[in-house]
């Protein structure tokens, strides 16, 4: 949807690589040396899920200060990291006023609320006002006001706190789940962050038709190479865990081995459930 926004406004956007820390900074100056934004969701990148490392948002903000550019940091799902400290967040970081940080309660709370949150630089308010006048000059008073009690009596930190010990819990069990039943046929490994883990598929493998065949067997696993913008360097399911409950895991999971193995033109393993 990003995407879709920033070419609907008339902006040409360009893809930039990602490693292991994150959205390469040196890559997408190489690409687009006069770039005006870039956009990033360094808590957990979409769908690879990886964490942009220190190093790397410091270049991003030295990028922005001296090209005089802006980042927009979509805050996605930083709420939800399982293991060691949050990294402070670009906006955070920021002492010249080129970060647009960006948020949304749907992940958090549900998505019928319909609340997003924007902290803008100084030098964008009257810009952003003007926009979001013309944009949706209505959003609901009361729901506001009840999300500004719900935050501020300690609820939603309390909510926070219970959803991340259920999440981290089904993630466990949907990596042992995977493992005991595919192997090295769909390799996963373990998020720090997030709500869905990527299981790998060996080289060849036609993921987007393995996830034909798992949608019809009634398991949502979308193809990895749908997401890339130009030719797919890898093949892949993107495997959502946090609307599934624990019990619910397993029989998804057996039911996922079918297509997959099937997908890989193997016989289909009936031992392990």
Same mark, same amino acid.
Request: without cysteine; hydrophobic residues 50%.
């Given at each position: 949807?990003?995407r879709?926004?920033?070419?609907?406004?008339? #902006?040409?956007?360009?893809?930039? $690589?990602?490693?292991?820390?994150?959205?390469?900074?040196?890559? &997408?100056?190489?690409?687009?040396?006069?770039?005006?934004?870039?956009?990033?969701?360094?808590? /957990?990148?979409?769908?690879?899920?990886?964490?942009?490392?220190?190093?790397?948002?410091?270049?991003?903000?030295?990028?922005?200060?001296?090209? &005089?550019g802006?980042?927009?940091?979509?805050?996605?799902?930083?709420?939800?990291?399982?293991?060691?400290?949050?990294?402070?967040?670009?906006? &955070?970081?920021?002492?010249?006023g080129?970060?647009?940080?960006?948020?949304? !309660?749907?992940?958090? !709370?549900?998505?019928? +609320?319909?609340?997003?949150?924007?902290?803008?630089?100084?030098?964008?308010?009257?810009?952003?006002?003007?926009?979001?006048?013309?944009?949706?000059? /209505?959003?609901?008073?009361?729901?506001?006001?009840?999300?500004?009690?719900?935050?501020?009596?300690?609820?939603?930190?309390?909510?926070?706190?219970? !959803?991340?010990?259920?999440? #981290?819990?089904?993630?466990?069990?949907?990596?042992?789940a995977?493992?005991?039943?595919?192997?090295?046929?769909?390799?996963?490994?373990? @998020?720090?962050?997030?709500?869905?883990?990527?299981?790998?598929?060996?080289?060849?493998?036609?993921?987007?038709?393995?996830?034909?065949?798992?949608?019809?067997?009634?398991?949502?696993?979308?193809? +990895?190479?749908?997401?890339?913008?130009? $030719?797919?360097a890898?093949?892949?399911l993107?495997? &959502?865990?946090?609307?599934?409950?624990?019990?619910?895991?397993?029989?998804?999971?057996?039911?996922?081995?079918?297509?997959?193995?099937r997908?890989?033109?193997?016989?289909?393993?009936? @031992?392990?459930?």
């Amino acid at each position: 949807p990003t995407r879709a926004v920033l070419v609907a406004a008339g #902006a040409r956007p360009v893809a930039v $690589p990602v490693d292991d820390e994150g959205l390469s900074v040196i890559e &997408g100056r190489r690409l687009e040396p006069a770039a005006r934004l870039i956009a990033v969701s360094p808590s /957990h990148q979409f769908p690879l899920g990886i964490t942009m490392s220190l190093q790397r948002r410091l270049e991003l903000l030295d990028w922005a200060r001296a090209a &005089g550019g802006f980042v927009l940091e979509d805050d996605y799902d930083s709420e939800y990291r399982y293991a060691g400290r949050p990294l402070a967040a670009l906006q &955070g970081l920021d002492r010249d006023g080129r970060v647009i940080y960006v948020g949304t !309660m749907s992940k958090v !709370m549900f998505p019928g +609320l319909r609340v997003g949150y924007m902290v803008v630089p100084e030098q964008l308010i009257d810009a952003f006002l003007a926009v979001r006048a013309l944009v949706d000059a /209505h959003p609901s008073s009361i729901a506001q006001a009840a999300l500004v009690d719900f935050i501020g009596e300690g609820h939603l930190a309390a909510h926070i706190r219970r !959803m991340r010990a259920l999440y #981290a819990e089904r993630q466990a069990l949907l990596v042992g789940a995977i493992r005991e039943r595919l192997g090295e046929r769909l390799a996963v490994a373990p @998020s720090a962050a997030g709500m869905h883990l990527v299981g790998w598929l060996p080289g060849g493998a036609e993921d987007r038709a393995i996830a034909n065949a798992a949608a019809e067997a009634g398991v949502e696993a979308p193809a +990895l190479s749908s997401y890339y913008h130009g $030719p797919a360097a890898a093949r892949g399911l993107l495997l &959502g865990y946090a609307g599934v409950p624990g019990p619910a895991i397993g029989p998804a999971v057996a039911r996922l081995a079918l297509a997959v193995e099937r997908g890989l033109g193997r016989e289909p393993d009936r @031992s392990a459930g």
